[in-house]
């Protein structure tokens, strides 16, 4: 009878990409250690930037050497990697706003899935305008894992039920990822309970890294 093991690690990412990849290094290896198949990082896992513009300067394609060495990371220790969202640069060299891509790697290191972040957080009380800086996705999601069929989402999607209902009763999905990197006032707020809501309607289980701690 074998258990399927999750790990669930602290990472608070800064703007410094060397020691982001050495914290999820050191989480990976862990995990793999305790037996662990898949490992699940919140939103911003590689970068998060201080000011504006830092965010698409860090920004690069998903064939680049950041999410290389991700995906050798994935190789080394034979862990599924949820990678809850990467600045991905646009192939449109005019654009200089980017997408909040979650990229799910295999075991081998193989791209699973890569989804483009759906639904922008424009919430401009908070400051926060992400459109400013992020285009929007347009396509559903979904992959096979050894830990069943998983629906790829970000963040603020987790707002929009229907989504999950789409990946769920269309897309067969029975784990719903929703790694964030949530702001601390609207995340005691509203964060848990719409993770709970979002698994209740659709009876599927939610998987949700979130940034920890305080960010530069």
């Given amino acids: 009878h074998h258990h399927y093991h999750y790990h669930a690690p602290q990472l608070t990412s ?3 990409h060397e020691a982001n990849f050495a914290n999820v290094a050191s989480l990976a290896k862990q995990a793999a250690e305790e037996g662990c198949g898949f490992l699940a990082l919140p939103e911003c896992f590689s970068f998060i930037g201080a000011k504006p513009g830092e965010a698409q300067s860090a920004a690069e394609a998903l064939d680049g050497p950041t999410m290389g060495r991700y995906r050798e990371l994935a190789q080394e220790h034979g ?3 949820s990678l809850g969202g990467f600045q991905e640069r646009s192939d449109d060299a005019s654009e200089s706003r980017i997408f909040n891509t979650h990229v799910v790697l295999r075991e081998t290191g193989e791209v699973a899935a890569s989804y483009r972040k759906i639904h922008l957080f424009d919430v401009p009380m908070t400051g926060l305008v992400e459109s400013k800086q992020a285009l929007p996705g347009d396509q559903l999601v979904a992959c096979d894992s050894p830990a069943g069929r998983l629906g790829v989402t970000v ?3 987790m707002r929009f039920p229907e ?3 789409k990946l769920t009763f269309r897309h067969g999905c029975q784990l719903l990822l929703m790694p964030s990197a949530f702001a601390m006032k609207t995340g005691e707020a509203h964060w848990e ?3 709970r809501a979002r698994a209740i309607e659709t ?3 939610v998987v949700a890294a979130a940034q920890a701690g305080l960010h530069n």
């Fill in 14 to 16: 800064t703007g410094d």
């Fill in 79 to 81: 862990i599924w990697l």
């Fill in 155 to 157: 963040c603020y999607d």
């Fill in 163 to 165: 989504l999950y209902q």
């Fill in 193 to 195: 309970i719409l993770l």
């Fill in 203 to 205: 009876q599927t289980y």
